[in-house]
């Protein structure tokens, strides 16, 4: 099994930029598909960055080409990111694993970190 802890969230102003990250537990975490999620107050956790063991990525519509996603295999850390921050991008931050090839579905990742806050005022 691979145990997940994000860090990096925080305030920050629209338009500013904020790096997530996620530490991994586990020999096998190379084996993995990585994927961050959100979630704010009252709304269902969505994808954002989805990222393959040989590194191909996937985004949401709503973040494409202002989040970037990136995995360091040696080191088993996934990173996200973010600029040109919005306020709706305001949620908390979830890291994901999943032993499928590649995903973007909620139901199909095994295992969660506890997530992150993120918040982007106006």
């Known amino acids: 099994q691979v145990q997940l802890v994000e860090s990096g969230g925080g305030l920050v102003q629209a338009g500013g930029s904020l790096r997530l990250s996620c530490a991994a537990s586990?020999?096998?975490?190379?084996?993995?598909?990585m994927g961050w999620f959100r979630q704010a107050p009252g709304k269902e956790r969505e994808f954002v960055a989805a990222i393959t063991r040989g590194g191909s990525t996937d985004y949401a519509d709503s973040v494409k080409g202002r989040f970037t996603i990136s995995r360091d295999n040696a080191k088993r850390t996934v990173s996200l990111q973010m600029n040109s921050l919005k306020p709706e991008d305001t949620a908390v931050y979830y890291c994901a694993a999943t032993t499928r090839i590649f995903t973007i579905h909620l139901r199909e990742y095994e295992h969660w970190g506890q997530g992150t806050q993120v918040t982007v005022s106006s």
């Open positions: 586990g020999r096998t975490f190379s084996n993995y598909a």
